[in-house]
Structures are given as C-alpha cells and as structure tokens.
C-alpha cells in the first residue's frame, strides 16, 4: 500500500512543511519521533498520512508531547502494517463530538444532507484535534465523509485553513 507523508510543523517563524518517511517503522512511538525530528522546537507539528487515495491519518504534537490522532477509516489498520501501526490501537469512537451532533438529523436546508459521517466509514481517535486551528469535530468528518474528497483534497483543504497549503503543495510537486 502507497502512501504520502507530510509533516507541516509551526513555531515563531511560521510553518515548515517536509516528507516524512515511514519506512521500517514498528511502532505509533516511533513514528511521533520522526514527527518530532521534523523540527524538535516546534510549537506545533503535524503529520498527515495520505494511503491508497483511501485513507487519512492526522498525528499531532503540541510542543513534542501529548500525541493526538485521528483516522479517517479504521479499516486502514486491517489493510496495511502501517494502518495498524497508526490507528490500530484506537477505539472504534470518534471523540469530541456530544450526542447532539452525532445524532443531528440533515434538514434539507443546506448542504448538511450529507451524514456528518460517512456510514461505510468508522473514523478513530480524536476528531477534535484542529479545532483550536479552525476545524472542528464536525468539520473534519464532514470532509473526510465528503463525497469524491480524496485524503489529498482533506489534507489540502486543512492546510489551507491552517496557512500552510503552499508548503504541502510544494512537497507534492517533488
């Protein structure tokens, strides 16, 4: 299974973006440490993990520490060693969101007929990693669940909000 790794890591000076190889990895510690190599004074690192045009896996660190993830698809951990590597440890739940927004019904007034979250997909982990950047729970299942979004056009629309879409689409054009 292919895949496409981008760490974009924030400190004073703005964002940097790198790929980041995950090869020989064995286990989620240590690809935080690859992660964290990126740039060890970072206030803020990402890491973004494009598989198959199918799945997505977002890593974060917050000053190197407190390892948050999310994963677009549980299934990754059955498809790859790497999937299993990233998200096979997480619990089958998405976290933050209540009851109320999983549960909300589509009005028919807007564009939220589409499920907050895809019903062939089982995202993992925390899904509120970027709202304090600008994307929300909601916000960040209703992309991965967008019909014909490919994890490239999520990360893309991501690191857009973020500021730092320029570095990512710099990485991909190598």
Do not use: N
């Not at 890491?47 to 390892?67: H, M, N, P, Q, S």
């Not at 976290?95 to 979250?117: C, F, I, K, M, Y």
């Not at 600008?134 to 992309?143: F, N, R, V, Y």
Request: net charge negative; charged share 30%; proline share 4%.
């Amino acid at each position: 299974m292919s895949y496409f790794a981008a760490a974009v890591v924030r400190d004073e000076s703005g964002w940097t973006a790198a790929e980041v190889s995950l090869r020989g990895v064995t286990d989620i510690d240590e690809v935080a440490d690859r992660l964290r190599d990126v740039e060890p004074d970072a206030d803020l690192s990402l890491l973004f993990v494009e598989a198959d045009d199918t799945y997505l896996v977002i890593l974060r660190l917050d000053e190197g520490e407190d390892l948050r993830i999310f994963g677009s698809d549980s299934a990754y951990a059955e498809e790859s060693r790497l999937g299993a590597i990233l998200v096979g440890d997480l619990k089958a739940s998405v976290t933050g969101l209540d009851e109320t927004e999983e549960q909300r019904p589509a009005t028919g007034d807007d564009d939220s007929d589409q499920p907050a979250v895809d019903p062939e997909a089982d995202p993992v982990g925390d899904a509120d990693l970027l709202a304090d950047l600008g994307i929300s729970a909601p916000k960040l299942l209703a992309l991965c669940a967008h019909e014909g979004m490919l994890p490239g056009d999520v990360t893309a629309e991501i690191c857009q909000v973020l500021g730092c879409a320029d570095e990512v689409e710099e990485l991909r054009e190598v």
